[in-house]
Nanobody, 115 residues
Framework: QVQLVESGGGLVQPGGSLRLSCAASRTISSLPRMEWQRQAPGKGREFVASITSSDTTTYADSVKGRFAISRDNANTVFLQMNSLKPDDTAVYYC??????????WGQGTQVTVSS
């Protein structure tokens, strides 16, 4: 069992930045792959970024060059979001993948990009 809690969302103007955090109940090093996904109003969840226990990172084309995923040496995964656009508006979810027990999701944090 893994608990994930996202934080850091809020309202930001276009071009602004936010840093999201995902606090896990286990060390990040024990989780094979962590992802950020997002769900915009009226749409399904889409992949944003991922990081593995070996620090391999992957990004969706829509955020490449603007977002950066990272992890600390304990229990937290981050998503640095720069040059935000209105279509980045979504609920952002943290996801733990690759565990024998299954996939785990946080409850999400709202990001709204608007002037």
């Amino acid at each position: 069992q893994v608990q994930l809690v996202e934080s850091g969302g809020g309202l930001v103007q276009p071009g602004g930045s936010l840093r999201l955090s995902c606090a896990a109940s286990r060390t990040i090093s024990s989780l094979p792959r962590m992802e950020w996904q997002r769900q915009a109003p009226g749409k399904g969840r889409e992949f944003v970024a991922s990081i593995t226990s070996s620090d391999t990172t992957t990004y969706a084309d829509s955020v490449k060059g603007r977002f950066a995923i990272s992890r600390d040496n304990a229990n937290t995964v981050f998503l640095q979001m720069n040059s935000l656009k209105p279509d980045d508006t979504a609920v952002y979810y943290c996801r733990a993948v690759g565990l024998a027990s299954g996939t785990y999701w946080g409850q999400g944090t709202q990001v709204t990009v608007s002037s």
